[in-house]
């Protein structure tokens, strides 16, 4: 599936949710399944500080195909994050760059990436836009 | 005057707003307080009949506004009962007053020379300091706390010798909410030659503090968590360090003569008071004062207590949850965290519910390090705040700490 209809996908899903705890309950529940990085990469290199929570992400390019791999030390974030990873990952590197994230607004979870929420996403973003910048570089 | 809060909040217009479709439950007043109807009158009515630059207008406009101010002055001076007007520096706000002294001592200290902060310290009282010790070569110490979030005085005593030249401690700490014994450590301090500076911020909101009674040499505040407006607050000098003080920021207002070849001060206060002031500010930080004290801190000191105590006592019941900052001696702030869960997501379930509490460090990290936590979940309290919204903010926590379980 390309970005947009993945984010598509996502708008649909949250549609159907009826208030902020329904919506609430799903991205935490999405943050406890979240694939965790693996414990090597949770390192300094990795890390996005955040004033409240920290955000570690690797990526790694097969085939192409930029894979992310993330986690958060809260939980909330992580949740905003398996979201972000199942839009971006896997995904030619020139399509990652491209791509925005207005779906967010749209999920209502605009609040999220407020700069102002000092979570480490609005960084996480440019984080994940920066390795496919790099790895593009590559391909060319 | 009876203390009646249903009336109290009714002064309050913000208390009326919803949050996310519920009404606002506001415990975020250690960051900043919210304002009166009659604070917020006061602003109103100087910029609709009496804006003016002070001090320097022979028209009435400026007249008015500038007897406004200066009667502001009086109204603090009178509040923390300080000897002379003149001691009273109207500053942009508690970080200002401590850089304003911390930037006068770098010309004091020497090579050698000792300074002292505590262990509870808000950045804004950590990083002046090192950054006047990296400028004059003074060595950097610190009064640690015990598990309690109390400073360990007798580690105080040990510390202070002849080279002691300065102190810096919060009356109240923002991140735990102790209640630090600054008489007792101004005595000591004093007792081996060392100035002190005594950070106000957390403790003007809820007690009312006497600088002659305390003998401090230092003591700031800011209005804004004093139901004033935001950027004014105070610096209080004993006269013969503020004269020992070289001047701040150069400008207009704190000049006596100027020529290419020399310039000289301007008396106190405006010796520190460079360029046009946050003239309605100061002005609002004075009716913010007249609103408080025609409550009575007594009032309000006992209410809050009660206040604390009973959310203390609510919040203790919940399995897994840990307060930080333990002491016998607190005002109305509680840190805690509950099980392993962050403080972060408890925050955004919480203001999903109308709900405002601080989440986070509170730029107190050598704290949230001293217990090796990210940080906490912050609730402060103020005297128009009631058990009813504790009771509402016990059941939202529950219901937060059930969603991230």
Request: one cysteine or more.
């Amino acid at each position: 599936m390309t970005i947009e209809e993945i984010q598509n996908e996502i708008v649909d899903e949250f549609s159907m949710f009826e208030d902020w705890e329904e919506r609430y309950q799903y991205m935490i529940d999405l943050g406890k399944t979240l694939p965790l990085i693996e414990e090597q990469y949770k390192t300094e290199d990795h890390i996005i500080k955040g004033c409240q929570s920290k955000v570690w992400v690797h990526a790694e390019m097969n085939d192409e195909k930029v894979q992310f791999t993330a986690d958060s030390d809260a939980i909330i974030t992580k949740g905003v994050i398996a979201i972000l990873i199942r839009v971006f990952s896997n995904q030619h590197p020139d399509d990652i760059i491209k791509a925005n994230t207005d779906f967010i607004d749209e999920i209502g979870l605009k609040e999220h990436l407020s700069p102002t929420r000092a979570n480490g996403l609005v960084s996480m973003i440019k984080q994940l836009k920066m390795y496919a910048i790099a790895y593009q570089t590559q391909l060319n | 005057m009876i203390f009646d809060v249903k009336a109290i909040r009714k002064d309050f217009p913000i208390l009326n707003r919803e949050v996310n479709g519920k009404p606002l439950i506001y415990f975020d007043n250690a960051a900043t307080s919210q304002t009166p109807q009659q604070v917020i009158d006061v602003i109103v009515d100087y910029y609709s009949n009496y804006n003016a630059n002070i001090h320097r207008g022979v028209h009435s406009l400026s007249q008015e506004a500038t007897d406004a101010y200066e009667q502001a002055r009086l109204k603090i001076q009178k509040h923390f009962n300080a000897k002379h007007p003149y001691e009273v520096i109207l500053t942009s706000g508690t970080t200002h007053g401590i850089n304003l002294v911390a930037n006068g001592f770098s010309s004091l200290l020497e090579k050698g020379d000792e300074v002292i902060v505590s262990a509870l310290e808000h950045h804004s009282n950590i990083v002046p300091w090192q950054m006047l010790c990296e400028r004059t070569g003074a060595i950097l110490k610190v009064i640690p706390m015990n598990e309690n979030g109390e400073l360990i005085l007798s580690e105080f005593n040990s510390l202070l010798n002849e080279n002691t030249k300065l102190v810096f401690v919060n009356h109240i700490s923002n991140a735990l909410g102790t209640i630090n014994p600054i008489k007792d450590i101004i005595e000591k301090a004093h007792s081996v030659g060392a100035a002190v500076l005594v950070d106000g911020a957390q403790s003007c909101p809820h007690i009312k503090p006497d600088v002659q009674e305390l003998d401090v040499d230092f003591y700031v505040c800011s209005a804004h968590k004093m139901c004033g407006p935001t950027g004014v607050g105070m610096l209080y000098g004993k006269e013969k360090w503020l004269k020992k003080l070289p001047p701040y920021q150069g400008g207009g207002e704190m000049i006596a003569e100027v020529t290419f070849e020399k310039t000289t001060y301007a008396d106190l206060p405006h010796k520190f008071e460079a360029g046009t002031p946050n003239i309605c500010g100061g002005i609002a930080f004075g009716a913010a004062i007249d609103y408080m004290n025609q409550i009575g801190f007594d009032s309000i000191s006992q209410y809050e207590h009660g206040l604390l105590e009973y959310a203390t006592e609510q919040l203790l019941q919940i399995e897994g949850l840990k307060i930080y900052g333990t002491s016998k001696n607190k005002t109305s702030v509680i840190s805690f965290n509950v099980g392993n869960i962050h403080p972060y997501d408890i925050g955004t379930i919480l203001d999903k519910m109308g709900i405002a509490v601080r989440t986070g460090h509170h730029c107190a990290q050598p704290i949230m390090d001293f217990y090796k936590i990210p940080g906490t979940i912050r609730a402060s309290f103020m005297f128009y705040n009631t058990k009813e919204e504790i009771d509402t903010f016990i059941a939202s926590l529950k219901k937060a700490v059930m969603m991230l379980s």
